[in-house]
């Protein structure tokens, strides 16, 4: 059956501004991280991109990488393009990166010219686009000239490639360097993609104010600390959970003393009528620097439910400051190499 798309879809999803740019962005964004590779089924994967799309949501973030195995989230959101999204193209965002572990060899890892234009070739063929809407560097690379990364990415903007470049897990320093580089070569940096959620803060001190000035957008990701701000792991580790598969959450993130903030944070929630999750992710866009935040979906319902935060955006004083008790650093931060280097 021809997918139409719901003809509301845009009365209900806020949007904001990436920094100084044209572009907006959806407050919640559909990440493709998990759940999308061919170790799952695809209609279940065409049902989360369909009701994403019905609410709203029209920015997918992907990435080289994801899956599993790498690239597989690439190839089928390629296939869900053809066959339900092509129609709709101009009225998307469709992001990827490069940064991370790809293939094997000094060409399929970290910042260098050859390796990030030649991944973004892939991810295009993988997804049969002629361009995407943002490419990321995604992660520093402490080996390689920034102005060779930022060069790579000024590349891909010329040549038709990307229209808008991006960063993900870069330190404040490193954030302004880039921006600096990128301003003189005529391709602005659009927006900062970090790990950001209550129980890892390390955006707030520096970062922020940094794109701020800069006039870039902020994209948080793993908003719900890769599940552990859910109810799934209030009484324990699940079957079946990531942390039991020792998957990309490790069961040694979750102490005794994270747990009782979450369990803290979990009554916080209920009092504002939200859970856990909801609460987790309109915390981090109670700040307007925050351009999106990005939540990934196991289920349609799971979606439903993440853009039902939307209905309790608003914080008051009294109810961050009960807040700011428990959510303090919880050294859950898989990322921080790359953003102190």
């Known amino acids: 059956m021809t997918y139409v798309p719901a003809n509301d879809r845009y009365e209900h ?8 740019s044209g572009l907006q962005l959806p407050v919640i964004s559909l990440g493709l991280w998990n759940n999308f590779g061919f170790d799952h089924p695809l209609e279940n994967s065409r049902a989360i991109v369909r009701r994403a799309f019905d609410l709203g949501i029209v920015h997918f973030d992907l990435a080289n990488n994801y899956g599993p195995p790498y690239g597989s989230a690439e190839e089928n959101f390629g296939l869900l393009m053809r066959q339900d999204l092509a129609p709709y193209l101009h009225e998307l965002v469709i992001s990827t990166k490069a940064g991370w572990d790809m293939w094997p060899g000094p060409y399929g890892d970290l910042g260098s010219r050859k390796y990030l234009l030649t991944s973004l070739d892939e991810s295009l063929r993988r997804m049969g686009l002629d361009y995407v809407d943002i490419f990321y560097s995604h992660r520093f690379d402490p080996d390689t000239p920034l102005e060779e990364t930022m060069g790579a990415l000024d590349t891909a903007v010329r040549q038709g490639k990307a229209l808008y470049v991006g960063i993900s897990s870069y330190s404040a320093q ?10 003189h070569l005529g391709t602005p940096l659009l927006i900062h ?4 959620s209550m129980l890892n803060r390390w955006i707030e001190p520096e970062l922020l104010d940094t794109l701020e000035e800069e006039g870039v957008g902020c994209i948080g990701f793993s908003p719900l600390a890769q599940g552990m701000l859910t109810d799934r792991y209030l009484n324990g580790i699940p079957e079946g959970s990531r942390a039991s598969r020792h998957a990309t959450l490790s069961p040694d993130l979750i102490t005794d003393e994270t747990m009782a903030k979450i369990r803290a944070l979990n009554e916080l929630a209920a009092g504002r009528g939200q859970t856990l999750a909801q609460m987790a992710l309109a915390w981090t866009l109670r700040d307007p620097r925050m351009t999106s935040t990005l939540a990934g979906a196991s289920s349609v319902e799971q979606l439903e439910a993440n853009v039902g935060s939307l209905e309790w955006l608003d914080f008051t004083a009294d109810e961050l400051a009960e807040i700011d008790k428990y959510a303090t650093e919880s050294d859950i931060n898989l990322w921080a190499r790359s953003s102190s280097e």
């Open 193 to 196: 993609q970090p790990s950001y």
């Open 174 to 183: 490193k954030t302004r360097e880039a921006a600096a580089i990128l301003r």
């Open 13 to 20: 999803m806020q949007y904001r501004r990436s920094g100084r």
